[in-house]
């Protein structure tokens, strides 16, 4: 079965400073994973995402996240924090593997930016 | 190139009602998805269909149907709408399904509401 575990519910960060989002993941085949980020009242716009290639992947606004198998995880950062990074952050991985090609969620990161 | 559009952005129903959801794909895009995602439980997946036909749904009982057109539109149905329904509920498409996992873009939601 597919899951993925968002480590915090939020996270605060003062704006210039590095953002660490933490993800792990658990799945029965080779996964597929993304960020998808969403701001207030808004649909989910996708930052990256892994699909077996390589292992660091870099996605848009300046964020990457690294794909660790012996770990599990997939966390998600961005060296200096900017104030329209504040949102809502959700780490997912996808069972395509079993032909179902559906996404599981997160249960989502709440990134807070301090001036 | 147009995202994924959703309409309407907003709708209010009452208990017991039908909501008629819609949702226009990326040109090109021949799988559309539906999630939930309601206060405290998460995005949550509903129903993935391609090529008009119903791939997969998710943990939902039947009062939650929909369609898939020619022009690959679809159509999300509720019926007997409940007030737990009330939820942002979001589309999705992607590429014609193969086995490796296609992207999956959103679009920003229609807000249900049900009184």
């Known amino acids: 079965a597919q899951s993925v575990t968002q480590l915090d519910s939020h996270v605060s960060v003062s704006e210039g400073t590095p953002v660490l989002l933490r993800c792990n993941y658990s799945?029965?085949?080779?996964?597929?994973l993304f960020w998808y980020v969403q701001h207030p009242n808004k649909g989910l716009q996708l930052l990256l995402k892994?699909?077996?290639?390589?292992?660091l992947v870099k996605g848009i606004n300046g964020f990457e996240a690294e794909f660790k198998k012996s770990e599990t995880s997939f966390h998600l950062t961005k060296p200096s924090a900017h104030m329209s990074d504040a949102a809502e952050y959700f780490c997912?991985?996808?069972?395509?593997?079993?032909?179902?090609?559906?996404?599981?969620f997160g249960t989502g990161t709440r990134l807070t930016v301090i001036p | 190139e147009a995202g994924v559009t959703q309409s309407p952005t907003h709708l209010i129903k009452t208990r017991g009602q039908q909501a008629t959801l819609r949702c226009s794909p990326i040109s090109g895009h021949t799988s559309v998805y539906w999630y939930q995602q309601a206060l405290g439980l998460g995005l949550q997946f509903l129903l993935w269909?391609?090529?008009?036909?119903?791939?997969n749904r998710g943990n939902f009982p039947p009062r939650f149907s929909g369609r898939q057109f020619p022009n690959y539109s679809s159509e999300l149905n509720v019926n007997a709408l409940e007030l737990e329904d009330s939820a942002l509920y979001l589309c999705?498409?992607?590429?014609?399904?193969?086995?490796?996992?296609?992207?999956?873009?959103f679009g920003p939601g229609t807000r249900l509401t049900v009184l």
């Open positions: 997912v991985v996808s069972d395509g593997g079993t032909g179902a090609n559906n996404l599981f």
């Open positions: 269909y391609d090529e008009g036909e119903e791939r």
């Open positions: 799945s029965s085949y080779s996964p597929s």
């Open positions: 999705a498409s992607s590429l014609a399904f193969r086995e490796h996992v296609d992207t999956q873009y």
């Open positions: 892994y699909t077996s290639a390589a292992t």
